[in-house]
């Protein structure tokens, strides 16, 4: 490739006019690249749009009248490919100070600018009969080497200008422009959108400039970018840098640096990674031998969970997604909506079994069910019709769609029969049988009739369980349609571009299968959504996390170790199974056959196989002496003469004295086990450097001997502390909070019954009388052995969340247990709610026992219903055998206007009413709704060992009514002499839709 130029008539004029005064020179300035070409003439002055200027990287003196220019191109100085069309060397007159265009030139064959890349272009101006290398004089050229240089002082200031290009190309090789090398961290208030962002270093063509610190103001809805703004001054060419947001001008150019997403933080990356050229063969290699995977950190929670959406939150770390580096800075949240899958439930078939009321609470089978979707039911219903006769005696009378069966036909006194007076046709009565007598015409009778009637359920009364169905007939069976919701399993990825983004799974009832990893993604974690109100999705992180060559060794090792184990093993089972007698010189006979006996010697001993036992060896006679006959035995059976003959005597005793008859010697010191005898607690650190995030510092042990020590003395101590953690930029002391109060019980063993006490110290302090603080008795002259089970520290309620997750559920009716309504419990803004109208005893039970505790809780009705719901005071099963008493309040009039009774084994079989002496001294509100009281009922129970006291409110009140209290004595009701242990709590319901919440509790300890 050539370029063919020409030197403008400008440029010869100046040239000869700097050969013919004496000190005269033109200065070369600089060059410019143009996409356009234009006409090759010495007329021109003027020149085509340029796309790049700069100054004349080089020149060489190639002979006396002609001198070669070097132009080159840096790469990244266009954001896309460009074409040479024309090239254009510029001078500047000394006498004016005016530049002018001294030569054009026309590349030979076309010529294209690569962005990634460099290019040089070589310019030769030949003037004939002119001196060039004298009339030349480079000032303002970018020479890379001195001594080239003139001798003007001013010239080596020009030096700057290849040391900045040099620079810039050693920066691109490290950083990409726009991107930050350091700072940047933003911080989100949620509840205005104001945006703190720290200070950065920012990297732009070559420099590195620091952003400061600035506020920002986000929307809290939709995508919004916040980057950094760039502006340039005219007159001074300084550059001005500010942070502000996408849509929001701040300058003449913008990069983004954050993605906002509904309010959380996205990504803390560069929206488009530009591959680094020094690090091409790094990528190369490490996407080639290790793929996708996490260095450190990242890990997943789900946090900050309503009815309808969720949060996402990964922390800090970093990761290689194909060989490239995702730094996260700090922890990024997003927020993702519940969007389950549904699946159809065609015609499914259950029978209608009514309460008291002509209610039944449809327990579906594939549940949960979906909400938002209307139910479908399918229903034979019997209704009575008043139908107008026809005016003609031969008509038929419309009655009702699809009729299954009639039961009466009736009018004007009289009673008609199908098949005699009259034939069903269809949706018509038809009266056209002759010689039969029909409902005068005109006229009104009526007809009683079964039929198929189809309903749609709204959604506001449909629950996660099922539906509530009234009307229909007895034992009749019904169809419904309606659509499940279906487990599900998502992803959450990072992509190459540093977002935090959820893959949506496919919902299956069978096996649930993990969506594929979209390319150029890394795997963080699994969620796993089963659609219970008020559980959060479980989540599993689930990536591909790096190990080290030291943890490789170590598992080579532990491998090692493992075959070898298994080999030795594998050895001796082969050696017991081929010859016992060979491991280890004995062997080991199981007694379950004779093959181990030696057969060449006298056996005295049997081996009874049935229970695998030696035995001594008898023979067995037996005599049957029912037909022994008269004369056989004349006398009857008796025994042949015999001489006691002694066989084993024992003539002496043993007996025992003291040795040290004195009891010179101190006691036997008591065995004394303290529980928790280790407390753990947690450090937290706040701190703040480039990031914010909170680091666990320490997990501290703590032994009971040095309690006081650290602590000082007491049951109860209060620490406080402080930690210095630093950091590279700021740093937050805080103090450590106050140590939470802890119960510790104890067992003391080696004493006899009755043996004298006189104190129990806790390190150096006096704690035989606290003890008394958790109404216990407290310790006096005598400790009897068990004392200590008072001391149980467990809670008694640890949250609706625990219970829900960990807790029993059991459905007790009279038909036995009812599974498909236990999974009506669920938990809505922090309390438990049942929700679903049960023909059982629907109880949540405690997996613990408690035998001395005090509860109080709040039943919300949430239907327009009037039924039970109550406490479970104990449940306990023996032999397989579910025992419970509960304390139940009702306000439907039924069972015999039940309204605060104590009834064991309510509605099962065994169902027996133990108290309702105090069922009038509260009201039934005259059947009213539960819901028709927003503040709800209260129930109370109080247990010390057999003793149980037990008090509600009046509906809509917020206090315990005095007169209302039962007093049960489990000592003295043998019928309640299964309780008298520890027992399981919980709270029940019976055909009520109600929300529990526990108020107040307190586990005293249990007495045994």
Known sequence: MAITGIVTNKGLAEAVKASSNQGWSIFPTRFGISAQDGELSAKRTDTNVTWYDAHITDQTVVSENTIQFVCTIPPQVTETDQHIKEIYLFGENPDEGSEFLLAIGHPSDNVTYFKDGSITLRMHVTLANIQASQVFEFKYTGHRSIEEHNTDATAHQELFGTLTDQIKALGETILVDGQLASGGSMYIDRATGRCKVDSARFYHKGVLYTVPAGEVIIPLSGVMGVGVWLSTDTDTQEKTLKWGTRHQSAGTRYYEIHVVEDGYLKTVVKGEIVQEPVSSAIVRYDRDANGSYVVNGLKATITETDDSSYVIQVSEGKAHIDGTEIKQHKTVEIKEYFDPDTAPVAAERHTFKPDAKGIMGVSLFEQPVATDKPIRVDYTKQQVFRVRRGQFSATRDFVVENPTKIIAVY??????????????????????????????????????????????????????????????VEDSHFLVSYETLLPRKDLVILNRTGQIERVKGKGDTRSLTTPAVPAGALQLAEIRH?????????????????????????????????????????????????????????????????????????????????????????DVNTIDTKSISQEDAPQGLACLPYTLKEIVSQNASTGAMKVNPYAAFDPIPPKLTISPAIDNWTVQTNLRTSISRTVIASRQRMRASDFRQRFGSGSVATVTNSRNVSSSTTMRVEDLPNLRSLRVSFDLQGFKPGEAVRNIRFGSKDVTDSVGEYGLPAVDKTLLIGDNRRLDTRPLFEGAQHAILNWERSNPSTNGQVGNESSAWSVSNGHLQYRFNSTSWAMLLSTNTFDNFDVTARFTGLDNDNDRMGIVIARIKVDGKEHTLSAVRNQDKGENDLRWAIIKDYRSADATEISRSKNTDVRNNNGAAWSAFPEGMLVRVRRQGDIIECWTSEAGESELKASSKYLIDLSKDSRLAVFRRPCSWGLGSFSQQNRAEVISHTNHGNLG
């Open 530 to 618: 089963h659609w219970t109100a008020g559980v959060n999705p479980q989540i599993e992180d689930s990536g591909v996390v790096a190990l080290k060559a030291s943890e490789l060794n170590e598992m080579r090792n532990h491998i090692s170790q493992l075959f070898d184990m298994l080999a030795v093993e594998r050895v001796e089972r082969l050696a017991n199974s081929d010859d016992p007698r060979t491991t280890k010189g004995m062997f080991v006979d199981p007694f379950i056959s004779d093959d181990y006996r030696d057969g060449g010697a006298t056996q005295t001993a049997m081996v009874d196989a049935q229970n695998q036992e030696l035995t001594l060896a008898f």
């Open 411 to 472: 009018g004007d006194g009289r009673q008609y029969r199908e098949g005699v007076h009259f034939d069903i046709s269809g949706s018509f009565i038809d009266w056209s049988r002759s010689g039969t007598q029909a409902p005068t015409m005109d006229a009104h009778y009526f007809i009683e009739v079964q039929f198929t009637k189809t309903e749609t359920v709204p959604t506001n009364d449909i629950s996660a369980a099922g539906f509530t169905l009234q009307d229909a």
